[in-house]
């Protein structure tokens, strides 16, 4: 993988923006076979859905995975940026290398129009934009986020995929599924009440730190009990980060040690080896008692912006540091 490739996509680790209100998706309509056609607006205007889809491409990595977590047969997909595999490590059914053809950071229109599909999800791509909205819409019927991209909840998000496809109960069933992780892993670790976290990246000279409440990363450590230290909690929003995050220099690495448990994912190794051997890094009380995890970026991604098929897999990836609390 070129390291250019690799430092966009750790960069769009911390460029979700906030949730939103958490209203759900317009609901479909009466008429029609088994509740078709569906009707829902988003932030690019109204898309019906005429029949239940029979080939489906999804263009966002959460749209691949609540899509196929609902069993719904994938014509095209976005492959995952891991050289040693396409399919995203928590997907619940693998996908051949055919149906994964397609590219999360460009997309390419003539490829999604050689799978012939009947509805393209696009409610977690980053690189959807009004010109390529209305060129994908020439194809198929095209479902995007309702207001911004990682702006809506991740149960209102599944219930807006579960609705286009005709799975809506599924789609309730796999909201509930994500909770009683959620619930288990609280029960399991009871330590996480009341404690705090930093999540961020080290990115060069620059340690931002996604912080803002409506951010959904935000929201799913606070459904686990867990708070951004006091003193982070009311800290302004740089406009020259992502919305939520605020950015420290290295000179103030030792605010970091307000936190009980400290995640940080890095866009290159040399990244990670710079803040590792940071010299107040290293006298961090959350370092050197190892609740500090470096997060691999496939756990980060999913920490940023959650989707309730991956909610298990992810409480997996962050146990083990949450049990040292």
Partial sequence: MKISRMVLLAALVLSACGSGSGTE???????????????????????????????????????????????????????YFDPASANLPYVRTPLTDDV??????AINVEKVAGYRPDLILATSSNQLNPDTY????????????????YGSTMEDDALLIGRVLGEEAAARALIG??????????AEIPGMAGKSYLYGQARGEVLPLVVGADNLCTKFMTSLGMKVPDTFANAPASDTLAPGTIGISYERAGELGAADVLFMTFPSAAD?????????????????????????LPAAQLLQGPNVAGVPWLLDQLKPTLRKL
């Fill in 25 to 79: 998706p317009a609901n479909p309509s009466a008429s029609g076979a088994a509740g078709f056609p569906v009707v829902v607006t988003h932030a690019y205007g109204e898309t019906t859905v005429p029949a239940k889809p029979q080939r489906v491409v999804a263009l966002g990595w959460n749209d691949l995975a609540v899509a196929n977590a609902l069993g719904v047969g994938l014509v095209g997909a976005v492959k």
């Fill in 100 to 105: 994964l053809g397609l590219d999360a950071a």
């Fill in 177 to 186: 599924t994500a909770h009683a992780a959620v619930e288990a892993a609280k």
């Fill in 134 to 149: 209305r060129l994908l819409s020439q194809i198929a019927p095209v479902v995007a986020y309702e207001k911004s991209l």
């Fill in 272 to 296: 990670r080896q710079t803040f590792e051997g940071n010299a107040l890094v290293k006298k961090l009380p959350v370092v050197e008692q190892g609740r500090y995890l470096a997060m691999p």
